[in-house]
């Protein structure tokens, strides 16, 4: 059944709601680019916007960022698509922010200003993210052009901390469930008789895993310097990660066992090493004008070491198995990145009518060095481990240079026109150029990697804002944002060339950039004192999307191509409060709600290889418009309570559901058999005593009932029993999925040393 919005019906809906004056608290402050800027006042902007608080993240941990998000925030739902925690598919309105290459990526990310999706590919790496550094946490939705490439569906802007902000000294340390343990020490403050502050952090954890073979450890590090100056202040920081992750993702359902925790072939590593310089000024001109700036450079050095099993076959179209060899699949992945932005802010009148005006430019080129190679015919063990014991069966499969350049200037201007009518319009200019080099093949090869290509596109905004009463705001707007594709797509875009992910790549036709165009109508505000809510409604294409498409699910190959259209309609509707309304005898209470609705549709024909897929006619399935988008449940619930027993101690509780979604592999929604990963609830815990004036015990418990559950899934094709490295003699074709972690907890104490 098709999805329709009616826009024009929400806003008549929300202008007719009661707009009764009420006592409102705080006004939240939004600032509209992604560098520092004039805040302005949230209930005005034409558009979702969500703030996050430090606080909020500090009483639920979590092992990264999208942990939080996926439990708390409106609109986000998760793909464990690496089978680790610190490697998630974070999805919001059907948009991925994830870290495993391939996927087609829709967010952006910013840390103080520095835009963190990786310029190899556009992932993201959530692991080299300090969550205990962050001070706070912006998610504006919508195809917002403001915050540049990649904001198709929305952006992410982080904020960390400064001895301004955190002057104390905080050491603490983490034991629990699947021998995970963790230490953090924070120290920040301000220099005496100075006007110079620092902060510090330093996190080391180490787990190994609820799945078989699957540890982690992890050591980031945040360091800052900032100095206050007559009407300015400049920082200096640093951010450094060395992360090795095991993350053992699908394996098809009969291989996991009571507990869920076996796995297909192993080993498969990733280590992360990453480093980033940020220089940031903030300068006050006059009362009413701000100019910011940064000064940054990145350098992330990716390592990946794959264990995969290649299927012999003896008749392939019967699916009979010959034998099975080992292959150990590694990659190397060196990026550095350099980059400057400025941005000013007006907030002076015009023409009598109360005005803010954002202008910036932000300029950044990166070095690329990509190396991949295979070993072949190795053995495989009991344990379906890939033992390299074979040395001499090497290739090089890709050997690659490139630079890519990026230039963005933009624009975002909103005038009142009176108390009540706030009309806001935006200009962004993006241009992206990619150039790649053929290290191993040359520049002549019939499937070379050499290539340049650029893009370049002007995207809108435009909104307008009814604000009749400080407690009610409606609005309306119209936006358009573009993705470029990347080295790694660009390589891999031929279908006569079809490579692996992480990716093995070959040839380089041409491909358009994607552009998203969402419309979106939505309302907020209070009902008491203690009651708010909002409901918004969106509407959005991907105008030639970008995907990587399937060729073989034996071997996983495919390459990207632009597919047309793809569209994502959707509802997003969120309560708040403190107490029980007019039980005073619960005023410890604080509570939230939500529930999201996104219907994440292919707009265009399309014709795939997928020979698992039942409905195969040959080796290729029909996908039509409206067939739904993979792994994106349609339906989203949270509830979030939280009890403050007394000024000691406090008790938290998630419970968090997801609706069914579609397999990759099933995007017709035709297969006959296991082509869907089921829905599923799961309620989490959380809680903190103070046992002395600088000692605190917490706790935290996820999937308390110990459900079942996946988080999304793909038909494949395997050729293993189950038993060991026993292999079939006719191969199963069917559904691979990836398992949720069982119940488990961790208990936390912390000292206060300052």
């Given at each position: 059944?098709?999805?329709?919005?009616?826009?024009?019906?929400?806003?008549?809906?929300?202008?007719?709601?009661n707009a009764e004056d009420l006592q409102t608290g705080k006004i939240n402050v939004f600032s509209p680019g992604p560098l520092p800027s004039i805040g302005i006042n949230q209930n005005i902007i034409p558009g979702f916007v969500q703030v996050i608080k430090s606080q909020d993240i500090s009483e639920q941990p979590g092992v990264s960022l999208s942990d939080y998000l996926v439990n708390n925030t409106q609109g986000f739902s998760i793909t464990e698509v690496g089978g680790n925690p610190w490697q998630p598919d974070l999805q919001f309105r059907g948009y991925s922010a994830g870290s495993i290459a391939?996927?087609?990526?829709?967010?952006?990310?910013?840390?103080?200003?520095?835009?963190?999706?990786?310029?190899?590919?556009?992932?993201?790496?959530?692991?080299?993210?300090?969550?205990?550094?962050?001070?706070?946490?912006?998610?504006?939705?919508?195809?917002?052009?403001?915050?540049?490439?990649?904001?198709?569906?929305?952006?992410?802007?982080?904020?960390?901390?400064n001895g301004k902000l955190f002057n104390k000294g905080t050491?603490?340390?983490?034991?629990?469930?699947?021998?995970?343990?963790?230490?953090?020490?924070?120290?920040?403050?301000?220099?005496?008789?100075?006007?110079?502050?620092?902060?510090?952090?330093?996190?080391?954890?180490?787990?190994?895993?609820?799945?078989?073979?699957?540890?982690?450890?992890?050591?980031?590090?945040?360091?800052?310097?900032?100095?206050?100056?007559?009407?300015?202040?400049?920082?200096?920081?640093?951010?450094?990660?060395?992360?090795?992750?095991?993350?053992?993702?699908?394996?098809?359902?009969?291989?996991?066992?009571?507990?869920?925790?076996?796995?297909?072939?192993?080993?498969?590593?990733?280590?992360?090493?990453?480093?980033?310089?940020?220089?940031?000024?903030?300068?006050?001109?006059?009362?009413?004008?701000?100019?910011?700036?940064?000064?940054?450079?990145?350098?992330?050095?990716?390592?990946?070491?794959?264990?995969?099993?290649?299927?012999?076959?003896?008749?392939?179209?019967?699916?009979?198995?010959?034998?099975?060899?080992?292959?150990?699949?590694?990659?190397?992945?060196?990026?550095?990145?350099?980059?400057?932005?400025?941005?000013?802010?007006?907030?002076?009148?015009?023409?009598?009518?109360?005005?803010?005006?954002?202008?910036?430019?932000?300029?950044?080129t990166s070095l690329i060095s990509f190396n991949q190679g295979t070993y072949e015919e190795l053995d495989i063990l009991e344990n379906r481990k890939i033992t390299l014991n074979n040395t001499d069966n090497h290739a090089t499969t890709t050997d690659l240079s490139g630079r890519t350049k990026t230039f963005g200037v933009y624009a975002v201007d909103t005038l009142s026109l009176n108390d009540q009518w706030h009309v806001t319009g935006g200009l962004r200019y993006n241009y992206t150029q990619v150039d790649n080099s053929d290290r191993l093949n040359g520049d002549s090869a019939a499937a070379t990697l050499t290539a340049k290509q650029g893009w370049g596109r002007i995207n809108p905004t435009i909104g307008v804002t009814y604000k009749p009463s400080d407690n009610y705001s409606t609005y309306v707007n119209y936006s358009e944002s573009n993705r470029a594709p990347t080295s790694i797509e660009l390589g891999c875009s031929n279908p006569a060339y079809p490579c692996t992910l992480p990716t093995q790549m070959a040839d380089d036709p041409p491909l358009r950039d994607v552009v998203a165009k969402t419309y979106e109508v939505g309302a907020r505000g209070s009902l008491s004192n203690e009651l708010t809510w909002n409901i918004s409604m969106y509407h959005s294409y991907n105008h030639d999307d970008l995907q990587f498409v399937s060729t073989s699910a034996t071997n996983g190959m495919g390459y990207f191509d632009n597919v047309g259209r793809t569209r994502r309609d959707g509802i997003d509707v969120g309560l708040a409060g403190k107490g029980?309304?007019?039980?005073?005898?619960?005023?410890?209470?604080?509570?939230?709600?939500?529930?999201?609705?996104?219907?994440?549709?292919?707009?265009?024909?399309?014709?795939?290889?997928?020979?698992?897929?039942?409905?195969?006619?040959?080796?290729?399935?029909?996908?039509?418009?409206?067939?739904?988008?993979?792994?994106?449940?349609?339906?989203?619930?949270?509830?979030r309570l939280n009890y403050e027993v007394n000024d000691k101690f406090r008790v938290g509780t998630n419970l968090v559901g997801f609706s069914k979604s579609y397999m990759l592999g099933n995007e017709n929604q035709k297969h006959d058999g296991d082509g869907d990963t089921p829905g599923y609830l799961i309620l989490n815990m959380d809680a903190n005593y103070k046992i002395a004036p600088k000692w605190n015990l917490a706790f935290k418990a996820i999937n308390v009932l110990d459900n079942d559950y996946y988080t999304g899934g793909r038909l494949v094709q395997n050729g293993f029993t189950g038993s060991g490295n026993e292999e079939r003699a006719v191969a199963y074709s069917g559904s691979a999925v990836l398992p949720g972690a069982p119940r488990a907890g961790w208990v936390t104490l912390s000292y206060d040393f300052k």
């Open positions: 059944m098709k999805y329709k919005l009616s826009l024009i019906g929400l806003v008549g809906i929300a202008i007719a709601a391939g996927n087609p990526i829709g967010l952006s990310v910013y840390v103080d200003g520095v835009r963190e999706n990786q310029p190899f590919s556009d992932v993201m790496l959530w692991d080299t993210v300090p969550m205990w550094a962050m001070s706070g946490t912006q998610v504006v939705a919508g195809s917002n052009p403001i915050y540049g490439l990649n904001t198709l569906g929305g952006a992410l802007a982080l904020q960390t901390k050491i603490s340390a983490t034991a629990g469930s699947w021998d995970r343990s963790s230490g953090l020490i924070e120290y920040g403050g301000v220099l005496e008789d100075s006007n110079i502050d620092y902060y510090f952090g330093y996190n080391h954890t180490s787990e190994n895993g609820w799945r078989d073979y699957s540890p982690s450890h992890l050591n980031q590090a945040f360091a800052k310097l900032g100095k206050d100056y007559e009407n300015g202040r400049v920082e200096l920081s640093y951010t450094g990660a060395h992360n090795n992750l095991i993350g053992n993702g699908l394996v098809p359902g009969f291989m996991l066992g009571a507990d869920n925790s076996d796995v297909n072939t192993v080993p498969d590593l990733t280590e992360n090493r990453y480093h980033k310089l940020n220089l940031g000024v903030t300068q006050y001109i006059d009362e009413t004008t701000m100019f910011s700036a940064n000064a940054y450079y990145v350098s992330s050095n990716r390592y990946t070491l794959n264990g995969d099993a290649e299927i012999n076959w003896l008749d392939e179209d019967a699916g009979t198995i010959d034998e099975i060899e080992g292959e150990l699949n590694h990659t190397k992945t060196k990026q550095d990145k350099y980059g400057v932005s400025g941005q000013f802010t007006f907030s002076d009148d015009l023409f009598g009518k109360k005005n803010h005006l954002v202008v910036g430019s932000v300029l950044e029980l309304f007019s039980l005073t005898d619960v005023s410890g209470l604080s509570w939230n709600a939500s529930y999201g609705f996104v219907h994440a549709t292919f707009d265009s024909d399309l014709e795939m290889a997928q020979e698992v897929n039942t409905s195969a006619v040959g080796d290729n399935i029909n996908i039509k418009k409206g067939d739904l988008l993979t792994n994106i449940p349609m339906h989203r619930l949270k509830l």
